[in-house]
């Protein structure tokens, strides 16, 4: 390999790229933990380094074709002999695993979402002389696979922030249940789990020890937050006790599906100097007829109604929400 980079301690060194959304970023700073607890040397530069890692995303063609390009890129450059093994992770192998394998053999091993935690024993086994296994079906080489089982409890493994010195994502919970027609996210990551309140308490008050001032809560749907785990909705409570913890001055709330707000959690969010009244509300469409369609929970009715009370209850609220149009059996009549 051409500019081969090493680490001082003669460890190999792993170059780490980073697509999709905040909770894949969780997931890549995991595994970049877990890397360089095991000796690795781990960088964001590409060029010289013995492996690279890719997370990647794959819930839109759009995100397929950004790691498509991605990879290929890659690939030349392992062709020109300016980097080692390639290590494609995430949302995209779990997803289409089998066009990865038949388009893309180059690389050495793909890691499914539930496999984030085996990256040391992925990357062990991919430097070895058997980093690539022969198929009898397809008649050549296919990349090693690690697939584990994607409705595992969350993972609680440390992480190397990879945002800034004075903000990180804190993950609050896994997968989703909604099974919104449009969507494929619980089968790419799994029924939704919840992390024990005790577990999310403990990681926020090392971040800010840490110098972290605003924690970014994150989760395909954070009121649905503790319904699995505690029987109920707990996404108040929660709020209350991170509210609690001095050295954190803002909190930031990604994702709170409309229906899952009630009268507590309004309350909290207005009365809280903390929480930053910007919420991302993801309404999807407002007519009753596609909402049903899209196996959406509540009515354009029910939707309007939140917005108001939202706007008449947390004083300078600011609102932002996703849409989503050209649905099946949507005609002009519902796209108003």
Same mark, same amino acid.
């Given at each position: 390999m051409k500019n081969n980079k090493k680490h001082e301690s003669g460890g190999a060194v792993v170059g780490v790229i980073s697509l999709g959304c905040s909770k894949n970023r969780v997931n890549t700073e995991q595994m970049m933990f877990l890397l360089?607890? /095991? %000796?690795?040397?781990?960088?964001?530069?590409? #060029?010289?380094? #013995?492996?690279?890692?890719?997370?990647?995303?794959? $819930?839109?063609?759009?995100?397929?074709?950004?790691? $498509?390009?991605?990879?290929?890129?890659?690939?030349?450059? !392992?062709?020109?002999?300016?980097? %080692?093994k390639i290590i494609v992770a995430g949302c995209m192998p779990q997803r289409h695993k089998e066009s990865i394998i038949e388009e893309l053999p180059e690389i050495d091993a793909i890691v499914g979402t539930g496999s984030f935690d085996d990256i040391v024993d992925v990357i062990e086994? /991919? &430097?070895?002389?058997?980093?690539? +296994? $022969?198929?009898?079906?397809?008649?050549?080489? +296919?990349? *090693?696979? =690690? =697939?584990?089982?994607?409705?595992?409890? +969350?993972?609680?493994?440390?992480? +190397?922030?990879?945002?800034?010195?004075?903000?990180?994502? *804190? !993950?609050?919970?896994?997968?989703?249940?909604? @099974?919104? /027609?449009?969507?494929?996210?619980?089968?790419?990551r799994g029924k939704f789990r919840s992390r024990p309140v005790e577990n999310i308490i403990e990681e926020a008050k090392k971040l800010a020890d840490s110098g972290i001032l605003e924690i970014v809560l994150v989760a395909q749907d954070l009121t649905m937050y503790g319904l699995d785990l505690y029987g109920e909705r707990r996404l108040s409570f929660l709020l209350g006790e991170l509210n609690k913890i001095k050295k954190i001055r803002w909190i930031r709330l990604h994702y709170l599906y409309p229906d899952g707000f009630d009268d507590g959690l309004i309350d909290v969010i207005a009365k809280s100097d903390k929480i930053l009244k910007? *919420?991302?509300?993801?309404? &999807?469409?407002?007519?009753? #007829?596609? *909402?049903?369609?899209?196996? @959406? @929970?509540?009515?354009?009715? &029910?939707?309007?109604e939140l917005i108001n009370k939202l706007r008449e209850c947390i004083d300078g609220v600011v609102l932002i929400t996703s849409l989503i149009t050209g649905l099946p059996g949507e005609t002009d009549k519902e796209f108003i």
């Open positions: 360089s607890s /095991a %000796g690795y040397m781990i960088t964001g530069e590409t #060029d010289g380094v #013995d492996i690279i890692l890719i997370n990647t995303c794959g $819930f839109i063609e759009s995100a397929k074709e950004e790691a $498509f390009e991605t990879i290929n890129k890659l690939i030349a450059d !392992k062709a020109a002999g300016k980097i %080692g086994k /991919a &430097q070895g002389d058997g980093s690539l +296994v $022969f198929s009898k079906e397809s008649k050549r080489t +296919v990349p *090693l696979c =690690f =697939f584990g089982d994607v409705d595992a409890p +969350v993972s609680e493994t440390p992480r +190397v922030l990879s945002t800034s010195t004075v903000w990180a994502y *804190l !993950k609050i919970a896994e997968g989703c249940d909604n @099974r919104c /027609a449009y969507c494929s996210i619980p089968d790419i910007y *919420l991302d509300i993801p309404i &999807q469409h407002i007519n009753d #007829d596609i *909402l049903t369609k899209m196996r @959406r @929970r509540g009515s354009g009715k &029910q939707i309007r």
